[in-house]
């Protein structure tokens, strides 16, 4: 868990750096949007994926971005250092969050199970 958190944290990191509309004021604000992240998707995106699955299923699955948007929205209300500009650099934020955990993953993985 705490390597994921790790991974998360860096690649939080990353994005911020790159993608205008997001500031992270410190590593350690990285640190804390990846652990609230963590929760959020744990606890409340659940929730919502039940109450807007029709629209879901109408969008073929494309609403989840949306989904994890507002996750990310949630989080920069609530931690300081950590802001992004609006819903549609929330939804490129968490794509491209989900793309560099991956990758950093996959090299995890390797790593872990040779």
Same mark, same amino acid.
Do not use: C, D
């Given at each position: 868990?705490?390597?994921?958190?790790?991974? @998360?944290?860096? @690649?939080?990191?990353?994005?911020?750096?790159?993608?205008?509309?997001?500031?992270?004021?410190?590593?350690?604000?990285?640190?804390?949007?990846?652990?609230?992240?963590?929760?959020?998707?744990?606890?409340?995106?659940?929730?919502?994926?039940?109450? /807007?699955?029709?629209?879901?299923?109408?969008?073929?699955?494309?609403?989840?971005?949306?989904?994890?948007?507002?996750?990310?929205?949630?989080?920069?209300?609530?931690?300081?250092?950590?802001?992004?500009?609006?819903?549609? /650099?929330?939804?490129?934020? @968490?794509?491209?969050?989900?793309?560099?955990?991956?990758?950093?993953?996959?090299?995890?993985?390797?790593?872990?199970?040779?």
């Amino acid at each position: 868990m705490l390597t994921r958190i790790i991974i @998360s944290t860096i @690649s939080i990191l990353v994005v911020g750096y790159i993608l205008p509309g997001v500031v992270i004021s410190s590593p350690w604000s990285a640190f804390i949007v990846a652990i609230v992240l963590a929760l959020l998707n744990t606890i409340v995106r659940p929730i919502l994926i039940i109450l /807007t699955f029709p629209v879901t299923i109408v969008t073929l699955g494309l609403f989840l971005l949306v989904i994890n948007g507002f996750m990310v929205l949630i989080a920069s209300h609530y931690i300081h250092g950590f802001s992004v500009s609006g819903i549609f /650099t929330a939804i490129i934020f @968490s794509i491209l969050v989900s793309l560099i955990n991956g990758i950093l993953g996959i090299n995890r993985y390797k790593v872990e199970h040779k």
